[in-house]
């Protein structure tokens, strides 16, 4: 990004569900130590995937068409509020079947 540009804030949130997906999944499903950078990017790939259908399915229509919209704050608490359950469901769906600690 050219400096002086401001960053597109829905990036960063993107960003930050990316990541506390990809952690829930990392605590449950190790890659291998030995594991190259192609099995991190196909995980990366896949996590976002995973993250774009589950917010999408969040999002009015009308925000999904037109992009300069403001996404409200309650939208917003509503993605988080999933975001942070979908991590805590790989969690506890680890734990029951003796996964991650």
């Known amino acids: ?7 597109n804030p829905l990036q960063s949130y ?3 569900q990316v990541t506390t997906v990809m ?5 449950v499903e190790p890659l291998p ?16 995937r995973e993250v774009s259908t589950m917010t999408m ?18 939208l917003m608490r509503a993605i988080s509020a999933a975001t ?3 991590a805590n469901h790989l969690l506890d769906e680890a734990a029951a079947t003796g996964g991650a600690s």
């Open 33 to 48: 130590e030995d594991a190259d950078e192609d099995a991190a990017g196909l995980r990366r790939m896949q996590v976002e």
């Open 23 to 27: 952690l829930a999944r990392d605590l």
């Open 84 to 86: 942070i359950r979908y």
């Open 1 to 7: 990004m050219a400096e002086g540009q401001d960053e």
């Open 14 to 16: 993107y960003e930050w």
């Open 57 to 74: 399915q969040l999002v009015p229509a009308e925000l999904q068409q037109n992009p300069n919209l403001d996404w409200p704050a309650e």
